[in-house]
């Protein structure tokens, strides 16, 4: 069989990069069933990170009413349907009222 250059994108950065048709006989021979998704730049940025490291996630910021007190507030998580949000102070009295404090 014989390859030829192939035009890939590249899934992180999105930026178009040649697949040469000596790393696809490479590919073949080692039996890899799939084709490379990051460009050579992407790959060496993704395995010079620290093992484990996660990225970092993008805070989710929600308003909703307080089911103790009525006040509006904002909660860093999107509410389940049917559980009660509770805004700062409720949750404080909360959680120390089922510790034994008040």
């Known amino acids: 069989m014989e390859f030829q250059d192939k035009a890939l994108t590249g899934v992180d950065c999105g930026a178009e990069f040649i697949w040469t048709a000596g790393e696809q006989l490479f590919f ?51 509410p389940t349907q049917g559980r009660p949000v509770f805004c700062r102070e409720c949750f404080q009295q909360r959680k120390f009222a089922d510790a034994g404090g008040v």
Do not use: I, L
């Not at 060496?44 to 909703?64: C, M």
């Not at 006040?71 to 860093?76: L, R, W």
């Open 28 to 78: 073949a021979d080692k039996n890899f069933k799939n084709e490379p998704k990051r460009c050579k730049a992407c790959k060496t940025k993704r395995s010079s990170r620290p093992a484990g490291a996660a990225t970092p996630r993008e805070r989710v910021e929600t308003v909703a009413v307080c089911s103790a007190c009525g006040k509006e507030t904002t909660v860093p998580f999107k």
